[in-house]
Structure formats: C-alpha cells, structure tokens
C-alpha cells in the first residue's frame, strides 16, 4: 500500500475520534491533498498550477470546463477544411477551449529565415511553448510536421517551442521535442485529450519519487498519528 492510500484511510479513521486534536488532524489532510492524486486518469502524477509570466494571468480553467468546451469547439468547427480562410478563427477558438487569449501569447504569420535563407512564415508561435502549422483537409500531416521543424532553424534559442502540433483541422498531431512523444486525434476527440496540453495551459505531471519531500512528510504524520492511536 502506499502513502498516498495510508494518508487517506487514517484521515478517516481520525474522524471517528472526535476528541483528537483539531490542528493535527488539519495539517495531516494537507498533507494528504499535496500527495493525492490529481489527474484521475493518471494515478502516479497531479496538475501542478503555475503561472509563467507569458501564460495567462487569470485562474485556469479547470478540466471539466476545458472538457465543456472541447466539445462545443469541435461541434462549432467540424466542416472547416481550407487554411487560408479557416486557419485563424480556428485556432483562435482552440486556445479558448482553454482559456487562453491568442493575441496575448501567441504570433499568427510568424516570418523566420528558413535553410537556404529563404522567407517563411509560421501559422502560429507561441514563443518558447507552441508551434502550429495549419494545412487545409486531408493534407499530408507529415509534410506539415517537416515544414515547421525547417521554420525552428530560423528561431532564436528562447523561441524555439516545446511542442509542434500541426493539423488539417480533422486531424491532429502533437509532437513533444523534449520527450519525443507523439499524440494523434481527430476532432471530436479533443474532448478526450485535452491533458496532453496541460503543460501548455500551466498545468504540469510530476511523478513523486520516494524521497519526495511530501511523502517524507506523510510518513511523519503518519508515525505520529499511530503513537497517538496507541495512547487511546
């Protein structure tokens, strides 16, 4: 069993002592909420909240109401195909699926100097964090990917991006340039992989090792808890 369970059957368990002390019992569930699970879909990891100055100042969205969302932006945008016109209202709607506002974080028509000197123009950049290249419906997503890493050689150091997602507004495909991953979804799939960007929106996975410091601490308050079970 581990501490994250332990931490909480003997939060409950203190319940049933009414006359335990209220601070211990307190400062044992905050504990338990800095070593219990977040994502419910991934047990070993939690959102951690973070607030970069280029993100958004505002509270972010929880996951339901960026589920909410998802849902209603791939009803809105399900028969957009051509690039030229659609590409900007698109992806204009996607970064408010989380709460993010474009124009604040992000260039449409990023102009670079690709390999051979040769003018190019990234659809969207989002210094440091995103790439996006737009194709129109039933492009090659291969190609796509291929042009966008060619614009990376035309970018500062600090603005080369993390994640390249290029799409033909069907499909979509995130790829991970510091871990290597790579995530493809259609559409009306969003709703269900809204977390593979939400390292994007602030949100970050942490994997807990042993000698992590709270479950250092969990395993404190959990001996004093069991001394204090004994004195009953």
Known sequence: MNNQTLVF????????????????????????????????????????????????????????????????FAQEWKDASNEEADAKPFLEGFFEVFGITRRRVATFEYKVKK????????????????????????????????????YTHGLKEEELPRFILVSD????????????????????????????????IGYQKKVFQEQDPANIKAAELMGRLHDRLEEI
């Open 169 to 200: 507004f069907e499909r979509f495909r995130l790829h991970d340039l510091e871990d290597g991953t790579i995530a493809e979804f259609r559409l009306d799939e969003l709703v269900g992989n809204v977390q593979l960007f939400g390292a994007i």
């Open 115 to 150: 390999l051979g000197e040769a003018d190019g123009y990234i659809d969207l950049l989002w210094k440091g964090v995103i790439l996006v290249e737009m194709k129109s419906r039933g492009k090659n997503l291969d190609r796509a990917y291929e042009q966008a890493r060619e």
């Open 9 to 72: 059957r003997l939060a409950r368990a203190v319940r049933n002592f009414p006359h335990r002390k209220f601070r211990f019992f307190r400062e044992l569930q905050e504990t338990a909420g800095r070593t219990g699970p977040g994502d419910p879909q991934r047990s070993n990891c939690r959102p951690i909240q973070t607030f970069p100055e280029e993100r958004n100042q505002t509270m972010p969205l929880s996951w339901n109401e960026i589920k909410e969302r998802a849902v209603r």
